[in-house]
């Protein structure tokens, strides 16, 4: 009996093969390590990030794919192209970034984080996010995605006794599981419908269903659609983002926020753009009309928050990245329409990667300002400047940078390159939104940096942080890669630039 399959291609697995390996071998560890050394487990966690990013190199320049038909060696599982070696660098370059803030978080935390579950859970979410963008049929897409997802929501209550982390956890799984029961209730429509899970198969079949399975197709479609917007925390589906945030460790939050999102919309990608082109009339106009809500929601959101004086910094950020996923929608909204859909999705992969870097550099100094204000309210970032000028000047960037203002030139030529494909794919009313919303988000990002250089109040003594090793070399990376860019941002567009076809 012959193979269905052909030979393993073990070079294009690697990326995140290698990250589930150091996963179980950091687990394994774990058992034997006394407790005065389970800090060495972090390290061994970082080394195998950075080795699984390095394995990326090996694959640029020719696309490979494995896991393939006999019958027919371009129908795969698995490919290895532009599209997911770059969003494969965004995950595995986020982890890394996330695993560096956790080093200081899990030394400070007092045993109360389990080192070895945290950094095997982390691992273990890196591998399956790593995954998903190389996934090429539905089944393969959703374990992903679940691979992904179902340790995170461990991470997220992962602090023993804390009561906030627990419900945090128990909301973000909940509504988790009920999207992955709706996506995988549409993905049994759309098998149903074109007999076959793989992505290219189903754009062509997809085109001659049945009169009678017409409707059933349709649904699919949708009910798949909502669970990947779920995934990026698309309004309606955003109401878990601020608490859960709020409640994880701030590491696990800084996570979430750029490798959750790169789950979700490269999931979100591959079905619409490379799986559903022909339905281009039904997602192109959900997905612009989910833009707008999203955008507009987190915008609001962020700047409700101005109205407590002891709003949280984590739960602004939180809402923050809400409004920074209704930008991302907006290329993939523009797909539907466009002519040269590549380029609309390299506009989404740009902006992520922008987003990434600062998001994640506003985190890390989130992150020290916590160790010594352990409710980390935005008033506590009053005088920053006196007590850390550094501290305070980098996140006066990142901030600019996610507003879009210079010296942030990364930030806004993201966002112009964002506006442009709305603009080139004829949905001028969805940039006049989006021209809106940054309008409205330029109030809370520039009352915060403002806040930074403001004398702290009367009596109130500068605090002096002291920053450790791991959460300097997460600054210090941040702030490298949005001067870098700033200085040449046409660089992340010719990075990003896709071949998903």
Not at 4 to 17: E, F, G, N, T, Y
Not at 297 to 322: D, F, M, P
Not at 495 to 501: D, H, P, R
């Amino acid at each position: 009996m012959s193979s269905l399959v052909q030979s393993v291609d073990w070079l294009a697995i690697a990326p995140p093969a290698l990250a589930a390996l150091v996963a179980l071998a950091v687990l394994i560890a774990d058992l034997f390590l006394a407790e005065e050394r389970k800090a060495l487990l972090g390290w061994i966690s970082l080394a195998g990030l950075a080795t699984a990013a390095l394995t990326l190199l090996p694959l640029l320049g020719k696309d490979r794919a494995t896991f393939c038909l006999t019958g027919d060696p371009h129908v795969c599982s698995y490919t290895a192209d532009r599209f997911t070696l770059v969003i494969q660098f965004l995950v595995l370059g986020g982890a890394f970034l996330a695993a560096l803030v956790s080093i200081t978080t899990l030394k400070d935390s007092e045993k109360r984080i389990p080192a070895g579950e945290y950094w095997f859970l982390l691992l273990s979410s890196a591998a399956g996010a790593a995954l998903l963008p190389a996934s090429r049929d539905l089944a393969t897409l959703i374990v992903a995605l679940e691979v992904a997802s179902l340790p995170a929501f461990a991470l997220v209550g992962i602090r023993y006794g804390d009561r906030r982390s627990s419900e945090a956890a128990l909301k973000f799984f909940l509504s988790s599981v009920t999207a992955t029961a709706v996506s995988l209730m549409g993905v049994s429509f759309v098998y149903a419908s074109t007999g076959t899970l793989y992505l290219a198969r189903i754009a062509d079949r997809i085109q001659h269903v049945d009169g009678q399975l017409h409707t059933l197709a349709q649904t699919g479609v949708v009910l798949t659609l909502v669970g990947f917007a779920f995934k990026t925390a698309a309004v309606p589906f955003h109401f878990w983002v601020p608490d859960t945030y709020v409640g994880a460790p701030l590491p696990v939050a800084a996570y979430l926020s750029v490798v959750g999102k790169a789950v979700g919309f490269s999931g979100l990608i591959l079905v619409t753009v490379v799986a559903l082109p022909s339905y281009a009339d039904v997602w192109g106009p959900a997905l612009a009309v989910l833009a707008a809500l999203t955008m507009t929601v987190g915008n609001l959101g962020a700047l409700r928050q101005q109205s407590t004086r002891a709003y949280s910094a984590v739960r602004l950020l939180a809402w923050s990245s809400v409004g920074q996923a209704g930008y991302l929608l907006v290329p993939i909204a523009a797909a539907a329409y466009a002519k040269d859909a590549q380029k609309a999705i390299g506009s989404t992969v740009a902006y992520a990667l922008m987003y990434t870097a600062v998001n994640l550099g506003a985190f890390a100094v989130a992150a020290l300002v916590g160790r010594a204000r352990a409710l980390n309210r935005v008033a506590d970032y009053r005088g920053l400047y006196t007590s850390n000028p550094l501290a305070a000047l980098l996140l006066a960037f990142f901030l600019l940078c996610l507003a879009g203002l210079p010296p942030g030139v990364i930030g806004l030529f993201a966002k112009v390159t964002v506006f442009s494909a709305a603009v080139n794919a004829g949905l001028g009313w969805l940039a006049v939104v989006m021209a809106v919303n940054v309008v409205i988000a330029l109030f809370y990002y520039l009352q915060w940096t403002a806040l930074l250089f403001r004398a702290p109040e009367a009596g109130a003594e500068p605090e002096r942080h002291r920053v450790p090793a791991p959460l300097t070399a997460a600054i210090a990376l941040a702030a490298v890669l949005g001067i870098v860019l700033s200085g040449a941002p046409q660089l992340v567009l010719r990075f990003s630039a896709t071949s998903l076809f």
